[in-house]
Nanobody
Framework: QVQLVESGGGLVEAGGSLTLSCETS????????MGWYRQIPGGDRELVAL???????KYGDFVEGRFTISRDRGRGTMSLHMTSLKPEDTAVYYC????????????WGQGTQVTVSS
């Protein structure tokens, strides 16, 4: 099974920035749609951002230009740079991979906590 290893979560003050990273196998990275989702306790998991191998991106409506997703094929790494963070961005953030070939889920990361203090 393809492993997704997340890093970069933590505590930040409102208005601050944080970068999340997700690393996976470089062998298949080029065929994966990579994304970040987030979930608050008791809430549904919602899309934060995703990026296809060709570079097309999609962001959740709440992002409003504050976050940037990027990928490094050579390293098998996908990153999410978050700026102007708000307390309501506090959640567990999950890396996600989906096959571009058949759009089936490949795997989820274990989740990383992001806490934004007011």
């Amino acid at each position: 099974q393809v492993q997704l290893v997340e890093s970069g979560g933590g505590l930040v003050e409102a208005g601050g920035s944080l970068t999340l990273s997700c690393e996976t196998s470089t062998i298949i990275f080029g065929s994966l749609i990579m994304g970040w989702y987030r979930q608050i306790p008791g809430g549904d998991r919602e899309l934060v951002a995703l990026q296809a191998p060709g570079g097309n991106t999609k962001y959740g409506d709440f992002v409003e230009g504050r976050f940037t997703i990027s990928r490094d094929r050579g390293r098998g790494t996908m990153s999410l740079h978050m700026t102007s963070l708000k307390p309501e961005d506090t959640a567990v953030y999950y890396c996600h991979a989906r096959s571009q070939l058949n759009l089936r889920d490949v795997n989820w990361g274990q989740g990383t906590q992001v806490t934004v203090s007011s």
